[in-house]
């Protein structure tokens, strides 16, 4: 990607009226060209929504139906052959179809589900993290690939937007394998964008009319937020809704990654914005994932010290009893070898912390939202102190 490919179009919308959606998603991609220039007559379309799992509409952590119907209906009025797919991490595709109202959608438009839970081994060997990676093999058959993240907050990556969305494309329970694989933020982060490298997505249009906040991608809360954005350069869409959310995109780190391995343009000031003015729509107090500055590379310390002081202040999965509906979705969705969270077993022993490799799936994928994320007593009283002081040693090491 390179900087002539980063523009943002930025379109508020009030609600989510079919009608309006689709004049919206319109008025949005005009300053980029419109969808004919991304689909072609007789190219075969990916649409490719946020479909984490089967969560209804309501909780706002899957892409909108109103939101995949417009852009279904201008990829066909464009001749484009559509297909809509995604693999979530738990569950079935046709599950999740149904439960986030996507069936109707499917049914009015004549687009068909495409399979995507059989992989296919790619050779990547210009990947950082992933040189063989297995994504699903319906991009075989899959011309375009027209990305529809959600804009909501995650618990392990803070954000999660248009990059992100990719990480759909690995079949159902390889993510996990994943997970467990690469238990730093860091390294998961270069595999998303390794993801993107061998997929190629053409176009992202981000859902932000309501997002999520808090703890997400699934157990946050819904917020207002009321725009539609859309852009070719996958890093720059992520950095202007960072900046709609108040959320500084490089203690993202899949931002702060894309920005060490020049994928994509994350500096705002060298984006080219069009269409309505985000300052407007911005949402000063949207309530963002709360996690410690990571100053520890900064200390001079044994990794051992810092393998513990990172322990103490890592958020860690709980059950909440009253909640919990004993369904054993978080348990069978634990990449650990035998699972470290065990829903039948008595309060204190249902998660085992030293097994445990916060990866938060187990949250994530909660039907219930029965788990939450538990800050250990030194996290709550060093938060503030550790934003403090990585600001300083920042102004210090520049």
Not at 184 to 195: K, P, T
Not at 258 to 273: E, K, N, Y
Request: proline share 7%; with cysteine.
């Amino acid at each position: 990607m390179n900087d002539s490919t980063a523009i943002v179009s930025v379109k508020a919308v009030p609600d989510y009226d079919p009608e309006r959606i689709e004049v919206a998603l319109r008025a949005c991609l005009e300053p980029l060209g419109g969808m004919g220039v991304f689909v072609r007559p007789g190219q075969r379309v990916l649409v490719k929504p946020n479909l984490i799992g089967a969560f209804p509409v309501k909780r706002a952590a899957t892409t909108h139906p109103a939101v995949v119907r417009a852009v279904i209906r201008l990829a066909q009025q464009a001749g484009g052959r559509v297909k809509v797919g995604d693999s979530p991490g738990m569950g079935t595709l046709d599950r999740a179809v149904q439960v986030a109202g996507l069936a109707p959608v499917l049914a009015e438009t004549g687009a068909e589900l495409a399979d995507c839970s059989v992989p296919h081994e790619f050779e990547a060997p210009e990947n950082v993290v992933g040189r063989r990676l297995a994504l699903t093999n319906a991009l075989l058959e899959t011309d375009v690939i027209i990305s529809l993240p959600k804009l909501k907050t995650h618990a392990q990556m803070m954000f999660t937007g248009a990059l992100k969305n990719q990480f759909g494309l690995i079949p159902g329970a390889l993510k996990s394998q994943w997970h467990f694989r690469l238990q730093q933020s860091e390294w998961l982060a270069s595999l998303i964008l390794d993801v993107n490298r061998v997929a190629r997505p053409a176009l992202a249009i981000m859902d932000g009319v309501i997002g999520m906040e808090c703890m997400g991608p699934t157990g946050g809360k819904p917020r207002f937020i009321g725009v539609l954005l859309a852009g070719r350069d996958f890093a720059a869409v992520d950095t202007v809704a960072c900046q709609l959310i108040g959320l500084d995109p490089m203690r993202v780190p899949l931002l702060a990654a894309a920005r060490q391995q020049g994928f994509g343009q994350t500096v705002l000031d060298s984006i080219q914005l069009a269409g309505d003015d985000w300052r407007a729509i911005r949402v000063p107090d949207f309530e963002k994932v709360e996690q410690l500055v990571e100053v520890l590379r900064l200390l001079p310390l044994p990794k051992s010290a810092l393998r513990w002081i990172r322990r103490q202040w890592t958020a860690r999965p709980r059950i909440i009893g009253g909640k919990c509906s004993h369904c054993g979705i978080c348990e069978k969705g634990c990449p650990v070898s035998g699972a470290a969270i065990h829903p039948m077993l008595a309060p204190e022993q249902q998660v085992d912390d030293e097994r445990c490799i916060t990866c938060y799936c187990c949250h994530e994928f909660c039907p219930q939202q029965a788990i939450e994320l538990s800050q250990p007593w030194l996290a709550r009283r060093l938060t503030a102190f550790a934003d403090r002081t990585a600001r300083l040693l920042g102004r210090i090491v520049r």
